[in-house]
């Protein structure tokens, strides 16, 4: 293994196009939510418009961690913390091929629907092999919700072995597709009954990268794996009653009475909540719906003058607020969603 | 009648030495006080007897929640259903669940600050007790190296259970922490089993030597020494940094996440990776009986955890080696980690006056420039409750003075030129022993050639991902 210290590494790159992408619209604080996965409006609207979502959740530092990390790169002449934008030596380490590769892999994570599959996967194969073989073992995942879920399944009576040999063909096709070097890291993961997964650190030293990166490699490969396999894979049996959805639970209610027949007005008063909290729920529809009914909200004529008004390429809402008479900051915000999405109004 | 429930209950033939004699005297209704070393079977004693009895809950407090994960694992191990935990881990409705049902349980294992909690004490008294068993006990004392201020309430607790019968349980106590277990838990003239605090089959070597050549003579010493072997240090960061320098080692500390740790622990219990280097957060309750080294980089703090972590090699009786690298200074590391553990004199004068002056305690923690979390905080703010400024400045200064003296001790231990072994001993009030391949002074240990235990397999990925599905 190396001493990670003075290079410079994959995961330094990730989180180098992080700050590129917020081009200095955004403050310090909001990437820390999107690392963190906060599920605010203000945070999933941040890593709608930015192209942060594959990293949303992914980066969970404490603020003391975030701040190291911060005073790091600005030491290392990556970043300007005043306007918070990268250098020239920064933007020139965020921009190779590999950084968004690996970046726009990541998938983020919105529900747990990444982890909580691992989670299940893993335990189970470890448990259930350990059996087979009547080896004693240590349980490699600690996630009570998980062991809840293991249990359950192991007990019940199924033609396992043939299912298991499904797991392993469906697994090793999906990752023959993914490719290395995220195959070996999804792979020396798992624990069977004889051998051990390997930590992040070990699978580093396997792959020459330093752990962090290791880290990213498999949280991509294993994304990429999930949405890799068929829709029918037995595999996929594992995130059985999770859902990874972006959309908050919160707005998924709002988005149910819309889509029964209610006003703004209705939705508000059976949900008993604050104006502004439906509208950020309707934003959430804005930016992750297929359809949309845009026209709704905001007049045709105002909907092409935001498109016309915006400049290319940001995100930021005041200089239209500025420029326009009658439109509000969550009008705006709500053709800057379908805008994101490729739509077209003018 | 006891070997046959050992033998139904727990699959062994025979007892390990000391174990009947406490088990005997927990049948007989007697309060205990058990001191045996790490590895000795301790659980046994207390979990023996609610099978011989089957007289209501056995509940064990234990401070550390792995602790508590790994017994429980262990009961489970043998097909035990009747056990359940109350710790942080747990939500509000398992928890109820779990006191709305209590006659489910044969164990019950919680933590010192749940069973404080007002409405799990009187769901438990209202339930058959069979024992309280006090785990980890030198807890309790403020002279012990790992006080807990949660500990110092479990005697007011044990009464409001209706002072069930009670055992309390540690590996390593000295006089006066013994003498504190026993006050502070109000054991009603207690049946004390002591075992020997020796540990025959450790051999205990100290090499003193410039701190320049500390890292170059472990990387040849990690080649010498039997393996498995843990490595202790003192902080998480050298752990890291260490483990990187070493061939076929890993680091564990407090600091990773949960799978990792796990994956770690794993690969050592399964002999797939040779050498752990840890801070002390590694070992209660890991049960592994091969280690066969175990290699002090860093001055522990006390003599107590010292024996508990070398404590650790050997358990399967057969020849270990404890080794201790002592370089001039290496004592500064653990007086800042002390100091660390309390407030400093200025920040408890400030706290005491804006008290006084009216402000609030949930500011304090900001005004100092302190975490909430931070047990110095907790300490502080119990301080403010229980005594004055003055009496509050006088206790840490104290306190650090003995946490200092017990550094000495340690730190006499690295340099004495008389039997190691001795001197550890009469530190635990116990008479000398003779022994052939005792320690450094008394005559050359030399340390056997080197058996691979430690398997290594590393393919590509089908291949391992076809090992792992493989019913062969």
């Not at chain 1, 995942?141 to 063909?169: G, N, P």
Request: aromatic share 10%; glycine share 6%; hydrophobic share 40%.
């Amino acid at each position: 293994m190396r001493e990670g210290g003075r290079m410079v590494h994959l995961a330094d790159g990730v989180l180098l196009l992080s700050i590129q992408r917020l081009k200095g619209e955004r403050s310090e604080r909001s990437l820390f939510h999107v690392l963190n996965g906060k599920r605010s409006a203000t945070t999933l609207q941040d890593a709608f418009f930015y192209d942060l979502e594959p990293i949303f959740g992914l980066f969970p530092y404490t603020k003391y961690d975030y701040e190291k990390l911060l005073v790091s790169f600005e030491k290392r002449g990556w970043l300007n913390r005043a306007t918070f934008t990268l250098t020239e030596a920064g933007s020139m380490l965020a921009s190779p091929d590999a950084v968004s590769q690996l970046f726009d892999r990541l998938g983020g994570e919105y529900r747990d629907y990444t982890t909580m599959t691992w989670k299940r996967l893993s335990l189970f194969i470890q448990t259930f092999m350990s059996l087979e073989h009547e080896r004693t073992f240590y349980p490699v995942q600690a996630d009570r919700m998980a062991e809840r879920w293991v249990k359950q399944i192991v007990r019940t009576e199924r033609e396992w072995k043939e299912l298991i040999a499904s797991f392993h063909q469906e697994l090793e096709t999906a990752l023959e597709t993914v490719g290395d070097p995220y195959a070996t890291a999804v792979v020396y993961r798992f624990t069977g009954a004889f051998e051990t997964g390997y930590t992040y650190e070990q699978i580093a030293t396997l792959l020459d990268v330093d752990a962090r990166t290791a880290r990213l490699y498999f949280l991509a490969g294993w994304n990429a794996l999930l949405r890799t396999v068929p829709r029918d894979a037995k595999i996929l049996g594992f995130a059985h009653g999770l859902s990874d959805e972006r959309m908050t639970l919160s707005a998924r209610e709002s988005f149910d009475l819309f889509s029964a027949g209610r006003t703004f007005a209705q939705v508000q008063s059976i949900r008993r909540l604050r104006t502004s909290t439906i509208e950020d729920h309707v934003v959430e529809m804005a930016m992750y719906l297929d359809d949309f009914p845009l026209d709704q909200f905001v007049p045709a004529d105002a909907i092409a003058e935001v498109e016309r008004l915006r400049e290319e390429d940001s995100w930021a809402l005041k200089p239209i607020f500025e420029k326009t008479d009658n439109l509000s900051y969550f009008q705006i915000r709500l053709v800057f969603a379908r805008l994101k999405r490729g739509e077209t109004f003018v | 009648m006891y070997e046959k429930t050992l033998k139904r209950v727990f699959g062994h033939e025979t007892f390990r030495p000391g174990q009947r004699d406490v088990i005997e005297a927990v049948a007989e209704g007697q309060d205990v006080l058990a001191i045996m070393p790490t590895g000795a079977g301790k659980s046994l004693t207390f979990q023996l007897p609610s099978y011989l009895k089957n007289e209501g809950l056995t509940i064990i407090v234990s401070p550390l929640l792995s602790l508590i994960e790994d017994q429980m694992l262990h009961i489970r191990e043998r097909g035990e259903r009747g056990v359940a935990r109350l710790t942080s881990m747990e939500t509000l409705e398992e928890k109820q669940d779990i006191l709305n049902h209590l006659k489910r349980y044969r164990f019950l294992y919680l933590s010192p600050e749940q069973l404080a909690v007002p409405h799990v004490t009187r769901a438990l008294a209202r339930t058959p007790i069979q024992m309280l068993v006090i785990d980890e006990a030198h807890c309790i004392s403020q002279w012990g190296h790992e006080f807990r201020p949660e500990y110092a309430r479990l005697g007011e607790l044990r009464k409001q259970l209706g002072s069930p019968q009670c055992m309390a349980v540690t590996a390593t106590a000295p006089e006066n922490v013994k003498r504190d277990i026993i006050e502070k838990l109000a054991l009603f003239s207690p049946s004390q089993f002591v075992h020997s605090a020796n540990r025959p089959e450790i051999r205990l070597i100290v090499e003193r030597l410039e701190t320049e050549r500390k890292m170059p003579r472990l990387i040849e010493l990690v080649r010498e020494v039997p393996t498995p072997a843990v490595i202790y240090t003192a902080t998480r960061r050298e752990a890291e940094a260490l483990a990187l320098q070493l061939d076929d080692a890993l680091f564990y500390h407090g600091g990773m996440s949960t799978e990792d740790r796990r994956l770690v622990q794993s690969q050592f219990l399964r002999d797939e990776v040779a050498i752990m280097v840890c801070t002390s957060a590694f070992g209660m309750g890991v049960n592994k009986d091969n280690v066969r080294s175990v290699i002090h980089f860093q001055l522990p703090a006390t003599l107590e955890a010292y024996m508990q972590e070398i404590g650790r090699a050997g358990r399967d009786g057969e020849p270990a080696f404890a080794v201790l690298l002592y370089a001039e200074g290496d004592e500064r590391i653990q007086q800042f980690l002390i100091d660390q553990q309390y407030p400093k004199d200025k920040d408890i004068r400030i706290a005491y006056l804006e008290r006084d002056n009216g402000t609030s305690l949930s500011q304090l923690p900001r005004l100092l420039k302190m975490n909430e979390e931070d047990p110095v905080w907790g300490l502080l703010n119990q301080m403010l409750a229980e005594r004055t400024l003055a009496d509050a400045v006088n206790w840490v200064k104290e306190r650090k003075r003995a946490r200092y003296r017990q550094l000495g001790q340690m730190i006499d231990y690295a340099l004495i030129k008389k039997c190691r072994r001795d001197y550890l001993l009469n530190y635990f009030s116990e008479q000398p022993v003779k022994q052939a391949d005792c320690c450094d002074v008394c005559g050359e240990i030399s340390f056997p050639p080197s058996v691979q235990v430690v398997s290594k397999n590393v393919t590509d990925w089908k291949h391992r991902l076809a090992r792992i599905f493989s019913f062969d």
